[in-house]
């Protein structure tokens, strides 16, 4: 009903930047919160960003370094991270509560994942 594509993961050095996207696609009536989770080897997924009715709100280990924003019109949320850290090294999820017509109460969608790898 609902598929999230992720793309803008990858390689990059101690310093740089790199931009996820997430695009959602289906049969979508609305969507409400869109947020980008992260999970490194032998840790708990965490969540980096999420954006609200135009509302975000950043864990501390990303504040001033990423940010997040949403194209509604293309049904699309980013993630812009700036002066990368290796501790940033990870598998970036998209989630995004999409309602539809056949689920009027909404549901959360995950995205594949997209590795990002920061080297020192």
């Known amino acids: 009903q609902v598929q999230l594509v992720e793309s803008g993961g990858g390689l990059v050095q101690a310093g740089g930047s790199l931009r996820l996207s997430c695009a959602a696609s289906?049969?979508?009536?609305?969507?409400?919160?869109m947020s980008w989770y992260r999970q490194a080897p032998g840790n708990q997924r965490e969540l980096v960003a999420i954006i609200r009715d135009g509302v975000t709100n950043y864990a501390d280990s990303v504040k001033g370094r990423f940010t997040i924003s949403r194209d509604n019109a293309k049904n699309t949320v980013y993630l812009e991270m700036n002066s990368l850290k290796p501790e940033d090294t990870a598998v970036y999820y998209c989630k995004v509560f999409v309602r539809t017509r056949f689920d009027s109460q909404g549901s959360d969608y995950w995205g594949q994942g997209t590795q990002v790898t920061v080297s020192s």
């Open positions: 289906g049969r979508i009536f609305s969507i409400d919160s």
